[in-house]
């Protein structure tokens, strides 16, 4: 899976917006103005690993801590709160692995809005 993968499949989830709040290099996706990707466009100064394609996303402790044991292209976040964030070097995974996990930071973040709202994101 390659960036334009990421951000195409992110704007396919309904009602996503993307900005820049935290500069050129990272782009955040957003619903109901609550970011659940945040993917790293290049660009100095986030982490270690400068060089190797990754995006955040927000996943409940119990799912992180399962993710970080299994794959070691799951890690704590960088620059997010390393309980409910893991920085996902996509380049290293398969892109249906990739797509589910969007999906569920999605799906994380819909389940938090109040009922009337999450209606729109949640079916049954």
């Given at each position: 899976m390659n960036i334009e993968q990421v951000r195409t499949?992110?704007?396919?989830l309904y009602g996503v917006t993307e900005d820049q709040a935290f500069g050129d290099d990272?782009?955040?996706f957003r619903l109901e103005g609550?970011?659940?990707v945040c993917l790293w466009l290049g660009g100095e100064g986030q982490g270690v690993e400068d060089s190797i394609p990754r995006l955040a996303l927000k996943l409940t402790p119990e799912r992180n801590e399962e993710l970080r044991e299994q794959f070691s292209a799951v890690r704590p976040a960088w620059?997010?709160?390393k309980k409910h964030w893991s920085d996902i070097?996509?380049?290293q995974l398969e892109e249906s692995q990739?797509?589910?996990?969007i999906r569920e930071s999605y799906?994380?973040?819909a389940s938090k809005l109040p009922k009337a709202i999450r209606q729109k994101y949640i079916q049954g």
């Open positions: 499949y992110a704007l396919s990272i782009i955040n609550k970011i659940f620059h997010w709160n070097y996509y380049t990739v797509k589910e996990w799906l994380l973040i």
